[in-house]
């Protein structure tokens, strides 16, 4: 069986929460891997996603947590709606410049 490992970082611009802790991780940036294989049965090259982990730390320590791609996308797309609009930044700082 043909196997393959996909790397990529994602960033928290703020804290987050994984259904499987039992706490908030800081924001930052995070590896996140996604393992696939190869379908064998067909006549094209094809991958299916085995298991997607994040690399979290907490105190120092670093954990490998399974995830599904799901959550990884809900906790992503909070984590963007949490963030202020580049309009909103622009009359904060516009505010205090007055």
Avoid: C, K, N
Avoid at 14 to 26: C, E, K, N, Q
Avoid at 61 to 83: C, H, K, Y
């Amino acid at each position: 069986m043909t196997s393959r490992t996909i790397d990529r970082t994602v960033t928290f611009r703020r804290s987050f929460i994984l259904s499987s802790a039992d706490g908030p991780y800081p924001p930052g940036e995070y590896l996140v891997q996604t393992d696939e294989e190869m379908i064998e049965q067909l006549s094209f090259p094809a991958w299916r996603r085995v298991a997607t982990m994040i690399h979290v730390r907490r105190g120092g320590a670093t954990q490998v947590l399974t995830i599904t791609p799901q959550e990884l996308d809900l906790i992503l797309s909070r984590d963007a709606e949490d963030a202020p609009r580049s309009d909103e930044v622009s009359e904060r700082a516009a505010h205090f410049l007055r």
